[in-house]
């Protein structure tokens, strides 16, 4: 009779459990020999690694393709699996009913049981032999955890000799285990913890302060360290809070955001994670999925061909297509099932240039560090295409006619799209541009090429923890805060990126900023190659110094920096010359500024202007008052004042109309001036405060 033994990895455990069975084992024998060592997970989390080094998801249909990986040596037939790891998971423990017989320490370990066969609907499988237990006894080692039968002396995987006295006595499972954290919520949050994930606000103020009182933003250091980037992304982006400012510092800025809290908290990543979700399991192997795409891709004679295709992407990387696709999985933990969905549509859906772009991300993610990595992934799943309709959004109201619900959401269809792309912009021309530009006029090319991966991480943490705002990027938190430069310190002007009218775009193709003072008569120069010296500076401040990490405060890692800038004990001039980057981030989305743009969106020739339409119909019978002269019927006409010369636009009643849709939020009926001199009281105010 052959012997099979499951050995199971777990992050850093690893468990091997006999299969004490007559014959081979099936799926439901190794689901349930998983589930003895963790009630949480099964066999169908799990996958392995085939005989021609492909990486499988352990299905049934695909069962006889995981025993022909089976290793014989001495003791029977190892199967492999591997599953994902998890922040806090039970260590193996024998059953209550294992008890003691008689050498040392030795206990007898239950093996996998086949049930009676009057529940055998249980595995809806033949009859097979009942194994009793007590036919079997077994040992652990203390060195390796490894699980060994007592007629054994030496451990099967680091053959030591273990006296009896030792058996059992296994220090391995009783270590700490690490937190190894996600860049974003793993895969149970999305249908069982959507608060972790889903930061659609309640718009009652009461709310979101008894939320504080009870779970403060900011963390102590002690704790910081062991909480999870999940959990702390949960506290910072929490359904409850809304776009509510962590400080009063940074009050102002919360203020100056018009649009509603549900779409400046949630994002398009959130949306496209929770369609991936619900899409049925893809069947094919990860390895097949990616061969398909690059036969389309490269277009190759054969299809066996993908498998040694090699390609220079331009901007991206080289090598081995697949070889590098597969690096890139195994790297990633939670994401895993999300990519192979993402990978499933988007080889249906892409031309084959789309399709090169996509390897060459994976290739070059498969090479660089871990935020890198989190970057390609957030860039390959936000490249699927969401079908209208397919995620039920919390602005759906069951309340109103149907006439209004298809209004609403053609127009949803179109804002969300644009406030997300204006959330984008923003990012990019608050922070991003300006750090650039800095590096740059200072000849600082490492740093430079940080700016968009390292230092982004920095600042979307910044404005999660400050504003509640989520972007289309999850920051990870454990980053190392680099690639960021405070360019307003010692009251520096505001850079020329921040213009309305460069708005989005990069700094070298805007003749105006390259042009502009911070470089000089000469302009700009060309990002030159880093050197060694370059090289050796910048990870010794880093890595050791940290003399140049943070952004404003001070922090090794892109948490440290968020966490402290909500601290109620800093140092508010800190908080206020902070403020300063948070107002301008708010401003793109003041109703002085997006509301006009959003409207020609809406009305543009793929807007929506009979799905407004209907919303100012509705308003009107509401609010009679409102409506307009003669003539001002249509929407359009409502809108804009077309007897002026240029139009004139009506900001109060697109902002009414806006609200009246869902997409403003109430009370924001202060101008940019009014709000200005807010901001300056305010700031006369704490700074008399902490004089």
Not at 75 to 80: C, M, S, T, W, Y
Not at 328 to 355: C, F, I, M, N, S
Not at 485 to 501: G, I, K, Q
Not at 665 to 677: F, H, K, V, Y
């Given at each position: 009779?052959?012997?099979f033994?499951?050995?199971v990895r777990r992050?850093?455990?690893?468990?091997?459990?006999?299969?004490?069975?007559m014959?081979?084992?099936?799926?439901r024998?190794?689901?349930?020999?998983?589930r003895?060592?963790?009630?949480?997970?099964?066999?169908?989390?799990?996958w392995?690694h085939?005989e021609?080094?492909g990486v499988?998801?352990?299905?049934?249909?695909i069962?006889?393709d995981?025993?022909a990986?089976?290793?014989i040596t001495?003791?029977?037939?190892?199967l492999?699996l591997?599953l994902?790891?998890?922040a806090c998971s039970?260590?193996f423990?024998?059953?209550?009913?294992?008890?003691?017989?008689g050498?040392?320490?030795?206990a007898?370990?239950p093996?996998i049981?086949?049930?009676d066969?009057?529940?055998?609907s249980e595995l809806?499988e033949?009859?097979r032999?009942?194994i009793?237990?007590?036919e079997?006894?077994?040992?652990t080692c203390?060195?390796?955890?490894?699980?060994?039968r007592?007629?054994?002396d030496?451990?099967?995987?680091?053959n030591?000799?273990?006296?009896p006295?030792?058996w059992?006595?296994s220090?391995?499972?009783?270590?700490?285990?690490?937190c190894?954290?996600?860049s974003a919520p793993?895969?149970?949050e999305?249908?069982?913890n959507s608060?972790?994930?889903?930061?659609?606000?309640s718009?009652?103020?009461a709310?979101?302060s008894t939320k504080d009182?009870?779970?403060?933003?900011?963390?102590g250091?002690?704790?910081?360290?062991?909480?999870?980037?999940?959990a702390?992304?949960?506290?910072?982006l929490d359904?409850d809070?809304?776009?509510?400012?962590a400080m009063?510092?940074y009050?102002?800025?919360a203020q100056?955001?018009?649009?509603?809290?549900?779409?400046?908290s949630?994002s398009?990543?959130w949306k496209?994670?929770k369609f991936l979700?619900q899409q049925k399991?893809?069947?094919a192997?990860?390895?097949e999925?990616v061969?398909t795409?690059?036969h389309?891709?490269?277009?190759?004679r054969?299809?066996w061909?993908a498998?040694?295709?090699?390609?220079n992407?331009?901007g991206?990387g080289?090598?081995?297509?697949l070889q590098?696709?597969?690096?890139?999985?195994?790297?990633?933990?939670w994401e895993?099932?999300?990519?192979v969905?993402?990978l499933?549509l988007?080889h249906?859906?892409?031309?084959?240039d789309g399709?090169?772009?996509?390897?060459?991300?994976?290739?070059?993610?498969?090479?660089?560090?871990?935020?890198?990595?989190t970057?390609?992934?957030?860039t390959i799943?936000s490249?699927?295409?969401v079908?209208?309709?397919?995620?039920?959004?919390?602005w759906?109201?069951a309340d109103e006619?149907p006439?209004?619900?298809t209004?609403?959401q053609a127009?949803?269809?179109?804002v969300?799209?644009?406030?997300?792309?204006?959330?984008?912009?923003a990012?990019k021309?608050t922070?991003?541009e300006?750090?650039k530009m800095?590096?740059?006029?200072?000849d600082?090319?490492?740093?430079?090429?940080q700016?968009?991966?390292?230092?982004?991480?920095?600042?979307?943490?910044i404005?999660s923890?400050t504003?509640?705002?989520?972007?289309?990027r999850?920051?990870?938190l454990?980053?190392?805060?680099i690639?960021?430069?405070?360019?307003?310190?010692?009251?520096?002007?505001e850079?020329?990126?921040w213009s309305e009218?460069h708005?989005?775009?990069d700094?070298?193709?805007?003749?105006?900023?390259?042009?502009?003072?911070?470089?000089?008569?000469?302009?700009p120069?060309?990002?030159?190659?880093?050197g060694?010296f370059d090289r050796?500076?910048f990870?010794a401040?880093t890595?050791?110094l940290?003399?140049?990490?943070?952004?404003?405060?001070s922090?090794?890692?892109a948490?440290?920096?968020?966490?402290?800038?909500?601290n109620?004990?800093?140092?508010?001039?800190?908080?206020?010359h902070l403020?300063r980057y948070?107002?301008?981030f708010?401003?793109?989305f003041?109703?002085?500024?997006i509301?006009p743009?959003?409207?020609?969106?809406?009305?543009g020739?793929a807007?929506?202007?009979?799905?407004l339409?209907?919303f100012l119909?509705?308003?009107?019978?509401?609010?009679?008052?409102?409506?307009?002269?003669?003539?001002?019927e249509d929407?359009?006409?409502?809108l804009w004042d077309m007897?002026?010369?240029?139009a004139?636009?009506?900001t109060?009643r697109?902002?009414r109309?806006?609200?009246h849709?869902?997409?403003l939020?109430?009370g924001?009926?202060?101008?940019?001036?009014?709000l200005?001199?807010?901001?300056?009281?305010?700031?006369?105010h704490v700074?008399?405060?902490?004089?």
């Amino acid at each position: 009779m052959d012997y099979f033994i499951l050995k199971v990895r777990r992050g850093p455990e690893i468990h091997r459990v006999p299969l004490e069975i007559m014959g081979t084992p099936d799926f439901r024998i190794v689901d349930l020999a998983v589930r003895r060592i963790w009630p949480d997970v099964g066999a169908h989390l799990a996958w392995y690694h085939s005989e021609n080094g492909g990486v499988y998801v352990l299905e049934e249909p695909i069962f006889s393709d995981f025993l022909a990986t089976a290793r014989i040596t001495d003791v029977g037939r190892v199967l492999k699996l591997e599953l994902p790891s998890q922040a806090c998971s039970p260590t193996f423990r024998p059953s209550p009913s294992t008890v003691a017989i008689g050498r040392g320490d030795v206990a007898s370990l239950p093996a996998i049981e086949i049930p009676d066969s009057h529940d055998m609907s249980e595995l809806q499988e033949p009859p097979r032999i009942r194994i009793s237990s007590e036919e079997y006894r077994y040992w652990t080692c203390p060195m390796c955890d490894e699980i060994n039968r007592e007629d054994r002396d030496h451990c099967n995987n680091c053959n030591l000799l273990i006296p009896p006295e030792l058996w059992n006595q296994s220090t391995a499972n009783n270590a700490p285990l690490p937190c190894w954290v996600p860049s974003a919520p793993p895969l149970p949050e999305l249908a069982d913890n959507s608060d972790a994930i889903e930061a659609a606000s309640s718009t009652d103020p009461a709310s979101a302060s008894t939320k504080d009182a009870h779970a403060p933003l900011y963390v102590g250091i002690p704790k910081l360290y062991r909480i999870s980037s999940e959990a702390l992304l949960g506290r910072w982006l929490d359904k409850d809070r809304g776009i509510h400012a962590a400080m009063p510092e940074y009050q102002v800025a919360a203020q100056r955001i018009c649009i509603a809290p549900e779409l400046m908290s949630s994002s398009r990543l959130w949306k496209h994670l929770k369609f991936l979700k619900q899409q049925k399991a893809v069947v094919a192997a990860y390895e097949e999925i990616v061969i398909t795409i690059i036969h389309k891709a490269c277009n190759t004679r054969f299809r066996w061909a993908a498998r040694y295709k090699t390609a220079n992407i331009s901007g991206l990387g080289s090598g081995n297509l697949l070889q590098g696709a597969m690096s890139y999985y195994q790297a990633l933990q939670w994401e895993r099932p999300y990519l192979v969905q993402a990978l499933d549509l988007l080889h249906k859906t892409e031309d084959p240039d789309g399709l090169q772009v996509i390897l060459g991300l994976m290739l070059s993610g498969s090479g660089w560090c871990h935020a890198r990595k989190t970057f390609v992934f957030n860039t390959i799943v936000s490249r699927v295409k969401v079908p209208a309709g397919a995620i039920e959004e919390a602005w759906t109201r069951a309340d109103e006619s149907p006439e209004l619900q298809t209004a609403r959401q053609a127009i949803m269809e179109i804002v969300t799209d644009f406030i997300e792309d204006t959330k984008d912009h923003a990012l990019k021309s608050t922070f991003l541009e300006p750090t650039k530009m800095h590096f740059r006029a200072a000849d600082e090319p490492v740093r430079e090429n940080q700016v968009d991966v390292h230092g982004a991480n920095t600042f979307l943490a910044i404005l999660s923890a400050t504003l509640g705002v989520q972007l289309n990027r999850r920051p990870y938190l454990r980053d190392y805060s680099i690639g960021c430069v405070d360019f307003l310190a010692d009251d520096a002007a505001e850079p020329t990126a921040w213009s309305e009218s460069h708005f989005g775009r990069d700094w070298e193709g805007v003749r105006e900023l390259r042009d502009g003072g911070e470089f000089g008569e000469q302009g700009p120069k060309p990002l030159r190659k880093p050197g060694i010296f370059d090289r050796i500076e910048f990870f010794a401040d880093t890595c050791i110094l940290q003399s140049r990490t943070g952004f404003v405060f001070s922090g090794g890692t892109a948490r440290e920096v968020a966490n402290a800038s909500v601290n109620p004990a800093g140092r508010s001039e800190k908080r206020l010359h902070l403020a300063r980057y948070l107002e301008k981030f708010a401003s793109w989305f003041s109703k002085d500024f997006i509301l006009p743009r959003m409207i020609s969106r809406i009305t543009g020739d793929a807007g929506r202007v009979e799905a407004l339409q209907v919303f100012l119909d509705d308003l009107l019978i509401i609010e009679p008052e409102l409506a307009g002269e003669d003539g001002e019927e249509d929407v359009r006409f409502w809108l804009w004042d077309m007897s002026e010369i240029p139009a004139q636009f009506r900001t109060k009643r697109a902002a009414r109309l806006m609200q009246h849709v869902g997409v403003l939020r109430a009370g924001i009926d202060a101008s940019s001036a009014e709000l200005s001199e807010d901001l300056q009281s305010q700031r006369r105010h704490v700074s008399l405060g902490t004089s």
